[in-house]
């Protein structure tokens, strides 16, 4: 099958070897807990965490005392839905989001919605766009929230992010995003679009995994965040226990990195995106884009691949890794909920790739990858015309 070839940026990024330099004396030589503050020793991780908090607030625009360290996006999702949802209980009881979701926001919504709140599920045009007129009109006189993504994690598509909040907080609803894909892949500035809270973490952007970040605005007002987790009242009390001072000092490495590199990185990998796609579509019939291709990530290509059996597809494919249209659970393969909110049919979303390009992606890998899913592809569709 050749060599294994990663072409899978978006489930995970490799840690960046500068990022893991840095860290690395913050295992053994400056072990020290920051709550620590009677000695050198939790002074020095102390000083090493609000650096890394600076580093992150000035990739997204913040404050310093914007950014709440967590352990990743999903609890970062989890505190800002549910978090700001309990403190605002008394104003309201009613949430909008997406259909297309992370699973952590799609949870943490159907969670409240056990509670007593009531959500709105928007769904979205066949190029993955939230229709705005549809999202004015579900904004009620009780809506206190609303959690739209900045970039889906399958299709890439960048929602119309600055005009969800204008017509949010023109009803006074504050705005959540779910910004994992798209904090140090493109401009993300939390103030010029205006949300209210934003979602990232590390191992997206070339960090370490277990670690990320909430950032909560303090302008025009500050945001009161309930917290999920108790004891400690660490991070402003909104996150409570001891810090990852490794993971953190690598959060911050990562984003001070993805800030020098995003413009020349975006363009480079827009080009390897294009031409993975240019590859695709003159080898084989029968290639869709799933998705706004004006509106996406540079890196991300989500495609579907007519008249092949989807379960196949993922083994067949060997040390390429990608991501595939279905997931299996219990021997059953269910279409992705992203791909099915689009419009495609089960057996389209389950033959369906999603590429994702990255900092160590190459020319050539782009043209093996090419050149692998083309036999892939091609040895499919015989099998499926000898069966039929």
Request: negative net charge; charged residues 20%.
């Amino acid at each position: 099958m050749g060599r294994p070839l990663y072409l899978d940026y978006h489930a995970t990024t490799p840690v960046d070897p500068r990022v893991l330099e840095r860290m690395l004396p913050y295992f053994v030589e400056r072990f020290g807990n920051p709550s620590s503050r009677n000695h050198a020793f939790g002074w020095e991780a102390a000083e090493a965490v609000e650096q890394a908090r600076a580093q992150v607030a000035r990739l997204i625009g913040a404050h310093h005392r914007e950014v709440i360290f967590t352990s990743g996006a999903t609890e970062s999702n989890n505190l800002a839905i549910k978090g700001v949802a309990r403190s605002l209980a008394s104003q309201g009881r009613h949430l909008v989001t997406v259909v297309t979701e992370h699973p952590s926001v799609l949870d943490s919504c159907r969670a409240l919605e056990h509670e007593g709140w009531r959500v709105t599920w928007l769904g979205v045009r066949g190029d993955g766009l939230v229709d705005l007129d549809v999202f004015e009109a579900s904004l009620a006189s009780d809506t206190v929230l609303v959690s739209v993504m900045a970039a889906n994690n399958e299709i890439g598509v960048l929602q119309p992010l600055a005009r969800v909040v204008e017509l949010a907080h023109a009803r006074g609803v504050l705005v959540h995003t779910d910004a994992s894909q798209a904090v140090g892949k493109v401009p993300f500035d939390v103030h010029d679009l205006g949300v209210d809270l934003a979602s990232f973490t590390a191992h997206k952007m070339y960090g370490p995994k277990g670690v990320g970040a909430l950032f909560v605005t303090r302008k025009p007002r500050a945001v009161e965040v309930s917290p999920i987790l108790h004891g400690g009242g660490q991070e402003r009390g909104m996150r409570p226990g001891t810090l990852s001072v490794p993971g953190i000092v690598g959060l911050g490495v990562g984003a001070e990195i993805a800030g020098q590199v995003l413009a020349e990185e975006a363009a480079r990998l827009g080009r390897l995106r294009d031409r993975l796609l240019d590859g695709l579509q003159s080898s084989l019939a029968g290639v869709t884009v799933n998705g706004s291709m004006a509106h996406r990530l540079p890196q991300n290509l989500n495609v579907s691949f007519a008249d092949i059996e989807g379960e196949a597809l993922g083994p067949a494919l060997g040390d390429l890794a990608v991501s595939s249209g279905s997931a299996c659970a219990t021997g059953h393969f269910t279409p992705s909920h992203v791909l099915t909110a689009i419009g495609l049919d089960a057996d389209l979303a389950r033959s369906s790739l999603r590429f994702g390009v990255g900092r160590w992606t190459t020319d050539e890998d782009i043209d093996e990858a090419v050149a692998r899913v083309t036999d892939v592809i091609r040895g499919l569709r015989r099998l499926r015309a000898e069966v039929l």
